[in-house]
């Protein structure tokens, strides 16, 4: 696509973010579509050749010329299945219908002589070759895109997690102040979550399961032809052989709760990444991070000061959009009425506008990473200025001594003032406790109150 042509692009997918969202093409393009289908058709057809039932041999030639042609699938070869489909060619009346197109593709590019063209697509329902080609497509768009990106951002969170340890930081519950934590043990928090998403998301790609049972589910077709070929256990060898699982009880559709649990596994990643946006952006505002300003780069169009968060907030609207494609279409690909219906077919193309809109905010998630770095004078001075966060640490330890009314007396001290240290420090000297006792509460600081949050950073794997 031109520069022009993304300009007048009805979506920004293929307009605005076009260069974001081009790693998806060969996964997500109605030309990959068309290369996955060509994939499943030849690679059935050389299944059946394989069958001692069926009379169609295909010679080592033949099947590397047949696997050419989705292993080699070109621009022209897309433009030609789009012909068959609506204006038709050679001998072929337009079909306005893809699938049909796709088998007439390959019927078209047979090897001169060759006898195989009443097998191309033999009992076979088109939904068998959309469920297992989709599928195909989704796992490499997975395995090859988004995952990689997510393990990006994952060991971005997990190298500032270890630089950052030992920083202490105020923490904030109900964005009030609270006990303090560590930068780096937030960041470890995020790291370790988005690594159990990934595990999600890669275990539902690895369970993704195609069906192989003609119109009906019921291999009618294929047991009418050959009634002694135990078609079930070619059908099981031949959608594992693709490396899906194999389904064996469906209508004419697949099911697709496989796909369904994969798009929330995804939605959940993007949740954490939506809980990470919006802290940072937070952090960003109380001056915790300070951002990289990038030369020549516009923050407002009235206040040349600003270097605005952006990339927090492009990613949180993009998550926001894909969860919400993705929560529709998990909804609505596992319902079909009777043995099948269409609506999910033009519903299924939307796979890939989801998935654009989640690699657009992982990288956004990534470049806004790449460009903050901690305050670490803020983040103390906001310690030194809340002093009343030791009062948790001041009533435990009072507890440990016996005194009943120890979290009374510091809510007496702290609740609703303003508190400093010499407060704490004149309540310590009025105590009847010992002295050792007395040093522990005076040692007492916000910055050092941070228990083994630095240590908790070695639990990431």
């Given at each position: 696509m031109t520069e022009t042509d993304a300009l007048y692009a009805v979506s920004p997918l293929d307009g605005r973010y076009d260069g974001r969202t081009a790693p998806l093409s060969p996964y997500a393009s109605e030309a990959a579509l068309m290369r996955a289908r060509v994939r499943v058709e030849?690679?059935?057809?050389?299944?059946?050749?394989?069958?001692?039932?069926?009379?169609?041999?295909?010679?080592?030639?033949?099947?590397?010329?047949?696997?050419?042609?989705?292993?080699?699938?070109?621009?022209?070869?897309?433009?030609?299945?789009?012909?068959?489909?609506?204006?038709g060619h050679a001998e072929f009346e337009a079909t306005n219908h893809d699938v049909k197109a796709v088998e007439y593709f390959v019927r078209h590019r047979l090897p001169e002589g060759s006898d195989a063209s009443p097998w191309i697509h033999f009992g076979l329902t088109s939904e068998d070759v959309n469920n297992l080609a989709h599928r195909l497509l989704v796992r490499d768009a997975v395995d090859e895109v988004l995952l990689p990106a997510l393990y990006d951002v994952r060991e971005t969170l997990a190298d500032m997690a270890r630089e950052y340890r030992a920083l202490p930081m105020l923490a904030r519950t109900h964005g009030q102040p609270a006990t303090p934590t560590t930068f780096g043990k937030e960041m470890a928090v995020y790291?370790?979550?988005?690594?159990?998403?990934?595990?999600?998301?890669?275990?539902?790609?690895?369970?993704?399961?195609?069906?192989?049972?003609?119109?009906?589910?019921?291999?009618?077709?294929?047991?009418?032809?050959?009634?002694?070929?135990?078609?079930?256990?070619?059908?099981?060898?031949?959608?594992?052989?693709?490396?899906?699982?194999?389904?064996?009880?469906?209508?004419?559709?697949?099911?697709?709760?496989?796909?369904?649990?994969?798009?929330?596994?995804?939605?959940?990643?993007?949740?954490?990444?939506?809980?990470?946006?919006?802290?940072?952006?937070?952090?960003?505002?109380?001056?915790?991070?300070?951002q990289e300003a990038v030369e020549g780069e516009t923050g407002s169009s009235t206040m040349p000061h600003k270097v605005n968060p952006i990339d927090f907030e492009n990613s949180e609207g993009n998550l926001s959009k894909a969860n919400s494609d993705l929560t529709f279409l998990a909804d609505y690909v596992t319902t079909s009425r009777l043995q099948r219906d269409l609506s999910d077919s033009t519903v299924?193309?939307?796979?890939?506008?989801?998935?654009?809109?989640?690699?657009?905010?992982?990288?956004?998630?990534?470049?806004?990473?790449?460009?903050?770095?901690?305050?670490?004078?803020?983040?103390?001075?906001?310690?030194?200025?809340?002093?009343?966060?030791?009062?948790?640490?001041?009533?435990?330890?009072?507890?440990?001594?016996?005194?009943?009314?120890?979290?009374?007396?510091?809510?007496?001290?702290?609740?609703?003032?303003?508190?400093?240290?010499?407060?704490?420090?004149?309540?310590?000297?009025?105590?009847?406790?010992?002295?050792?006792?007395?040093?522990?509460?005076?040692?007492?600081?916000?910055?050092?109150?941070?228990?083994?949050?630095?240590?908790?950073v070695d639990d990431l794997e």
């Open positions: 030849v690679e059935y057809l050389v299944a059946l050749a394989e069958l001692e039932a069926t009379p169609l041999e295909l010679d080592l030639d033949e099947r590397n010329h047949l696997r050419g042609l989705y292993q080699h699938f070109a621009e022209e070869d897309a433009e030609l299945i789009k012909k068959l489909e609506t204006e790291a370790a979550r988005l690594g159990r998403a990934t595990g999600r998301i890669r275990q539902a790609t690895d369970e993704l399961r195609g069906k192989l049972g003609g119109a009906s589910g019921t291999y009618a077709a294929h047991v009418a032809a050959y009634p002694d070929v135990d078609w079930q256990a070619f059908a099981r060898e031949f959608v594992t052989g693709l490396g899906l699982e194999f389904e064996p009880l469906t209508t004419q559709v697949n099911p697709c709760d496989d796909l369904a649990a994969l798009f929330d596994a995804v939605r959940g990643a993007n949740t954490v990444l939506l809980d990470l946006d919006l802290d940072m952006w937070l952090y960003v505002s109380d001056r915790y991070l300070g299924k193309r939307n796979i890939g506008g989801a998935f654009a809109h989640c690699l657009i905010a992982y990288g956004k998630t990534a470049s806004g990473l790449s460009k903050v770095v901690p305050n670490e004078q803020v983040m103390r001075e906001d310690l030194a200025d809340t002093p009343e966060i030791i009062g948790e640490a001041v009533q435990t330890i009072l507890r440990r001594e016996g005194q009943e009314d120890a979290y009374e007396r510091v809510k007496a001290v702290t609740r609703g003032k303003d508190v400093t240290l010499a407060d704490f420090r004149e309540m310590f000297d009025d105590l009847e406790i010992d002295e050792d006792v007395r040093e522990e509460l005076h040692a007492l600081t916000p910055a050092d109150y941070t228990g083994v949050a630095s240590e908790l």
